[in-house]
């Protein structure tokens, strides 16, 4: 059974900080691409930032260097580092891993408002 855990998402005064975990059960970590997404209501669901199992890491035009994805394969997690953070960044954070099959967590809310 394959299980995709998100954690840390919360509320957050704008230009402020927050890390999103997610922590993956029942697959092979080291082998998937992981990402995240989130969707905001209203619109659809976008790529935030990915990580594949080498290390190499895409992101967002929206989120350039204000956000860093990062995984330990030691742990079966992925991080996301958000610092800065905007109003518009306000949305669903899903955590997701891409590889012979595609999985999704629930996803963990992301509030920045003052």
């Known amino acids: 059974q394959v299980q995709l855990v998100e954690s840390g998402g919360g509320l957050v005064q704008p230009g402020g900080s927050m890390r999103l975990s997610c922590a993956a059960s029942?697959?092979?970590?080291?082998?998937?691409?992981m990402g995240w997404y989130r969707q905001a209501p209203g619109k659809q669901r976008e790529l935030v930032a990915s990580i594949i199992s080498g290390g190499s890491t895409n992101y967002a035009d929206s989120v350039k260097g204000r956000f860093s994805i990062s995984r330990d394969n030691a742990k079966n997690t992925v991080y996301l580092q958000m610092n800065s953070l905007k109003p518009e960044d306000t949305a669903v954070y899903y955590c997701?891993?891409?590889?012979?099959?595609?999985?999704w967590g629930q996803g963990t809310q992301v509030i920045v408002s003052s």
């Open positions: 997701h891993a891409g590889g012979d099959y595609d999985y």
């Open positions: 029942g697959i092979i970590f080291r082998l998937y691409t």
